[in-house]
Each structure stands twice: as structure tokens, then as C-alpha cells.
């Protein structure tokens, strides 16, 4: 897919844009957010402009989560973090319209309430059936 000439992650990936590279592979980069949640606040982007996940070819898939699942490790090896939080917008919250994955260090108590939002309850039985059956017959296509 062709680049907007106006998407700074595209900027980034090409190097016209600075940005504290951790990690650059033939499919995806990753580099710190300049606004982070935490210090060691990564995001990683496939080099091709895709918008969101339901865009990128299957064949970028594998590539991107392996590299994601790597950089998992990492994070939390190199920020002594207890776990990490592992996020894509689609379209909504997306800040910048080119598919990304946030890999953020964790730690117990450590304050982030913003990716938490309120829980619900299905109406009952009937109501859980007929959002799974809507969801399988949408993945039948």
C-alpha cells in the first residue's frame, strides 16, 4: 500500500523522521514513543503503510507478532518490568493511522488505569449465543 506523504510513522520508518530506533527487521521497526505510559514504552510498525490489522496481509502477520512477542521480552528484560501490556488500535484511539503495537513494561501498582475500561454483562445465555453465532458467521465470510 502506498505511503501518505503525511504519515509520521512512514516518516519514521523511512528515516526523514528522528526517532530512537530499538529494532529494525526486512518487515518492521520499533522505536520508542515519544510520549510513552512508561520509560521503555516501544511501538513497532510494519514498514508497509497498512492502517490497521484487519488491512495487513496475512503474509506481514507472523512477522509482526514474532517481532512483537521479541520485543515483549526485551522490554521487560531491559526495563527490569514485571510483565508488559501488549496493544493495537483499530481506528478508534488510533493517534496515528498507521498499524502499530504498543509494548509497554509493567510492574505491580504501577498506576496505568487508561487501557482499562468498564465491563458489562451479556443480558444471559441467549444474548452470549447470538453474538457468537454472529462472530462465527462473520468469520465464515
Known sequence: ??????????AIV???????RVLEEEHCVAFLDARPLFEGHVLLVPRE?????AELPERLVAPLFTTAQRLCR????AQEAQGSFVAMNNVVSQSVAHLHVH????????????????????????????????IRAALRG
Open 49 to 53: 503503510h497498512h492502517v490497521t490489522l
Open 103 to 134: 509494548v509497554v513494561p509493567r510492574r505491580r501498582k504501577d498506576g496505568l488505569r487508561g487501557f482499562f475500561w468498564p465491563r458489562t454483562r451479556y443480558a444471559g445465555d441467549a444474548a452470549i449465543a447470538q453474538v457468537a453465532d454472529g
Open 74 to 77: 526485551a522490554v521487560e528484560a
Open 1 to 10: 500500500m502506498a505511503a501518505p506523504a503525511s504519515c509520521l510513522f512512514c
Open 14 to 20: 523511512a528515516g526523514t523522521e528522528p526517532a530512537a
